[in-house]
């Protein structure tokens, strides 16, 4: 995980990212009064907005093709998702804020990884966003020679909460450290 500076948002959220935000705010309002499968649908459609391919195509080039998180390439495997830092489900007046979306795999956008996990400051949280904070601020790596593994090691509560969420420290991320010190 690096820092990432963050592009300026694409045309079709300066067109439109107040009356989808509104558009989203009134879904909610509706699902909260009337949970029917109407509202529920009609609060998904507004939600959705953030799929737009012009938005997705800005990730990919400020990502440089690479998730938000784990930093796999992504387009070799996989479409890759826009991701919400602030998870839609929590937080549905951010789905189409541009400063809430990132790149990420399917693996760390996943329910096992970061999926909707949204951790209070009591839990070590919040989270940290690659493109507002510099993730070297809260990890360090330990590199084994002998076995050229190189491992996240968190060095406070928000890194410990990051790390064990985003899944830093997973074996597929592990191999790939190891191939790419193999490579130097």
Not at 52 to 66: A, C, P, R, S, T
Not at 80 to 89: A, C, Q, T, V, Y
Not at 122 to 140: A, K, Q, R, V
Not at 153 to 166: D, F, H, L, Q, V
Request: net charge neutral.
């Amino acid at each position: 995980m690096i820092f990432v500076e963050r592009t300026a948002k694409p045309q079709v959220l300066y067109r439109n990212e107040m009356s989808w935000t509104a558009a989203i705010v009134a879904a909610k309002k509706n699902f909260d009064n009337n949970s029917s499968e109407n509202n529920k649908r009609a609060l998904d459609k507004a939600i959705k907005k953030y799929g737009n391919n012009e938005i997705k195509q800005v990730l990919i080039k400020m990502f440089h093709g690479k998730c938000a998180f784990c930093e796999s390439y992504i387009e070799n495997v996989d479409y890759g998702d826009i991701e919400h830092f602030k998870p839609k489900s929590k937080f549905p007046e951010l789905a189409v804020t541009w400063s809430n979306l990132l790149l990420s795999c399917k693996k760390c956008n996943g329910a096992g990884q970061k999926g909707d996990n949204w951790p209070e400051p009591s839990e070590g949280g919040p989270l940290i966003n690659p493109c507002e904070e510099n993730p070297e601020d809260f990890f360090e790596f330990e590199f084994d020679e002998k076995t050229l593994m190189s491992i996240v090691i968190p060095i406070n509560e928000r890194g410990n909460a990051s790390e064990k969420i985003y899944g830093l420290n997973k074996h597929t991320l592990l191999i790939d450290r190891k191939n790419m010190f193999r490579c130097w």
